[in-house]
């Protein structure tokens, strides 16, 4: 399994912007698809963003298109959520995973690898 390391969430005034990241150990990260999930307090949680293996495949949750983009630097390890103009229902939650094939049609039930979480609050 590839283990992930979620950081850059904080506190941001709505229209703001951070850039989540995302470090992965592990040998094969370059082999596997990987996204962004998020969980807002009393919600489920559900898909942000996924790009494939190399980066040349992204998709994105209708909620987010336009404003946030994935992207992924395959010689660091790591995948980022750059995220522009928040709201405040983009509050929540934000989790990385490592999918199990190298294409960008990730599920929640298709993740093997989860980080551990980072928050992200947008104030109005």
């Known amino acids: 399994q590839v283990q992930l390391v979620e950081s850059g969430g904080g506190l941001v005034q709505a229209g703001g912007s951070l850039r989540l990241s995302c470090a992965a150990s592990?040998?094969?990260?370059?082999?596997?698809?990987m996204g962004w999930f998020r969980q807002a307090p009393g919600k489920e949680r559900e898909f942000v963003a996924a790009v494939n293996w190399s980066g040349s495949n992204t998709l994105y949750a209708d909620s987010v298109k336009g404003r946030f983009t994935i992207s992924r630097d395959n010689a660091k390890n790591t995948v980022y959520l750059q995220m522009n103009s928040l709201k405040p229902e983009d509050t929540a939650v934000y989790f990385c995973?490592?999918?199990?094939?190298?294409?960008?049609?990730?599920?929640?039930?298709?993740?093997?690898?989860w980080g551990q979480g980072t928050q992200v609050t947008v104030s109005s």
């Open positions: 995973a490592a999918g199990e094939s190298p294409n960008a049609s990730i599920t929640q039930a298709s993740c093997a690898s």
């Open positions: 592990g040998r094969f990260f370059n082999a596997f698809g």
